[in-house]
């Protein structure tokens, strides 16, 4: 994995801003390994557009629709920092940032305010495009944060009414460099190799440290308390044991990839899925609406999905329900 993963150093690397990865004028950058490639006005009824991400704008006037894909409170918070700009990995969830305040008031890794729309801070990069409580589909019981990375503005050329949904032609990266960089560090990781892991995962915190330059008001001011520092073990860090690098490494990747698909599997993967999952329920279901009241993660059942009951007859029974379903 690791020789497989160098073999890609030389024909992409990170994109300068964190923010390139998710606009439409600069899909298909360097950073981008396999995207999924969409448009419109190409002759077609509606154009290719990104139909994944149809439900997922909020609901306000511009947009209208759908306010799914909807960022959770424990998410928000694990951006959170510490004086030193390192995560705060057993404390993040005892405080909760919950508007444009709040992001100036605490220490945030910056990543936040390119990945989650916050109540009173610029939405997508425009300071004069401000979302409120109004835009949100149903507060009360979601929350009143709102998806970032998949949308787009308004007045954006790639932007697409699907009637009724909403859509857009900004291409979806599945897979980009970050991700490569990130499973190298994590199999040097377990290799017991975790120092040559160590620069990997700095230069994805470097990267995230240098990606501010959007994210500002109307003044030009910061639109946060961005304190983001790469590890130093021994200085600002502790030792880099493998339990520690393992630790960051696993961080890392649910900053850096929040709401893009791949946190689940990244638990499942690390055997650590039922630990996490119950742990958000018996926390998160404090803070949001009664449909989570009886959430619970069985584990070596919820990691995977029930076999269609017709794909079972179609292979005469030779497929076998998975466990507890």
Request: a negative charge; charged letters at 25%; hydrophobic letters at 35%.
């Amino acid at each position: 994995m690791v020789t497989l993963c160098k073999e890609l150093d030389s024909e992409y690397s990170l994109a300068t801003d964190f923010a390139e990865n998710f606009l439409c004028e600069t899909e298909n950058g360097v950073e981008s390994i396999f995207a999924i490639q969409h448009s419109h006005n190409d002759g077609t009824l509606r154009g290719r557009l990104d139909w994944g991400a149809m439900l997922n704008f909020p609901m306000n006037s511009e947009y209208g629709c759908c306010g799914f894909h909807q960022p959770s409170q424990n998410m928000v918070n694990a951006f959170r920092t510490d004086e030193d700009g390192l995560p705060l990995f057993d404390t993040f969830n005892e405080k909760s940032l919950l508007n444009a305040d709040d992001l100036l008031a605490n220490n945030i890794d910056p990543r936040l305010n390119h990945t989650v729309a916050v109540p009173g801070a610029p939405y997508k990069y425009d300071p004069t495009f401000i979302p409120d409580s109004s835009w949100i589909r149903d507060p009360q019981t979601y929350g009143c944060f709102m998806s970032m990375k998949e949308t787009v503005l308004p007045d954006c050329p790639c932007f697409a009414f699907a009637a009724p949904f909403i859509s857009s032609s900004k291409n979806r990266d599945v897979i980009r460099y970050a991700d490569v960089v990130l499973w190298q560090a994590e199999a040097l990781i377990e290799l017991g190799r975790q120092e040559e892991a160590l620069p990997l995962i700095n230069s994805i915190r470097k990267r995230a440290a240098e990606s501010t330059g959007r994210l500002v008001d109307i003044q030009g001011d910061a639109t946060g308390q961005f304190v983001i520092a790469e590890y130093q073990p021994g200085v600002n860090s502790p030792a880099w044991t493998q339990d520690f690098a393992r630790k960051a490494l696993q961080w890392e990747r649910r900053l850096e990839f929040s709401q893009e698909g791949v946190r689940f599997f990244d638990l499942v993967r690390w055997g650590i899925a039922e630990e996490v999952v119950n742990e958000y329920f018996k926390v998160e279901k404090s803070r949001r609406g009664s449909y989570m009241s009886e959430a619970k993660f069985t584990k070596n059942r919820d990691e995977y999905f029930p076999i269609p009951k017709n794909q079972i007859n179609f292979s005469k029974k030779l497929y076998k329900q998975n466990y507890g379903w």
